[in-house]
């Protein structure tokens, strides 16, 4: 009978990860819908094209409609025969042949937007590699120009433009007390039975030589729509109309309200998504799941402990 915990190595497949890069502008978010083109869906489309069945892809972190990868990451298991049977041409190994007929799909199946999805490396996973569980942290990033920011018309389809001139000291002022372990169902879309406690590592604004804002926001996961929502915030705090202190407030509170806003998608790239040593993704994939799965199971009251180290649950 398949065990879904065994390891690939076990069950007598080969692991591949795929570093993906992606314009999300044409699609419907990173996961598959009946009815929607998304990029899960066209990376799926494409890799049967070159096995001849169905696969599925398992994703670092799942996107938003219109939001932009850099350093996505994916993983998919081939049995030992299609693994090497992926050699064409003058490739020399099948990490080669994998990334260029992968690519040379996607260009049929995205005849319309051909390019805006690109397979940047392919490779054999090391043993313990899973693309989601065994990360430590996602970091994605967020460009605002605001009302003190002259616009480039060239960065349009990666840039917010904020009526309103933003107070970038009280941005990061607001910010620095949500870094660490908290609930963060006042800045989430809560899936049902999932939790919203995360480890919030980096979030920070820092204006640029040409004006513009650039956010710099990492974690060990995020929930659904809680980039958005966190950035949506901080705009309130940068334009004066909320204290510094409100963010802080919210989170503690717990609380989505009228008052919770998303920020466009279309600045928000996933810049990288970052793993382990080698010896370690095995060790690290398998803490990430039981403690998934502790939180989802009971749930934990983080009210005013932010300093709580992720190992102690």
Known sequence: MHNPHLSPEERGLVRARLDIAYDGGPFSGWAVQPTCRTVQGVLEEAMAMILQRPIRLTVAGRTDTGVHARGQ????DLTPSEWDGLLRGEDVRPEQSLKRRLNGALGR??????????????????????????????????????????????????????????NVELMNLAAAPLLGLADFRAFA????????????????????????????IAAD????????????????????????????????AGVRDAQ???????????????????????ARATLTR????????????????????????
């Open 189 to 216: 879309k809560p899936r049902e039975g999932a939790t919203t406690v995360r480890t919030l590592e980096r979030f920070e604004f820092k204006r640029g030589t040409d004006g513009v804002i650039f956010v710099n």
């Open 109 to 166: 199946v995205l005849l319309d937007h051909r390019g805006s999805v690109q397979v940047q490396n392919a490779s054999r996973a090391s043993e313990g590699f899973d693309a989601r569980f065994s990360a430590l942290r996602r970091r994605y990033s967020y460009r605002i120009a605001d009302g003190a920011t002259s616009r480039d018309p060239l960065q349009r389809a990666v840039t917010l433009w904020h009526q309103r001139e933003l």
């Open 73 to 76: 990451v994916a993983h998919l």
């Open 290 to 313: 039981t403690r998934r799965a502790l939180l989802d199971e009971v749930g934990v009251d983080l009210t005013g402990r932010q300093d709580v180290p992720a190992s102690s649950l």
């Open 221 to 252: 996961a995020f929930c659904h729509n809680m980039v958005r929502a966190l950035i949506g915030a901080s705009l309130r705090i940068g334009e004066e109309t909320q204290e510094v202190a409100w963010m802080h407030q919210r989170l503690l």
């Open 260 to 282: 919770s806003t998303l920020a466009a998608p279309h600045p928000l790239v996933l810049e990288e998504v970052s793993y382990p040593p080698d010896s370690e993704l095995l």
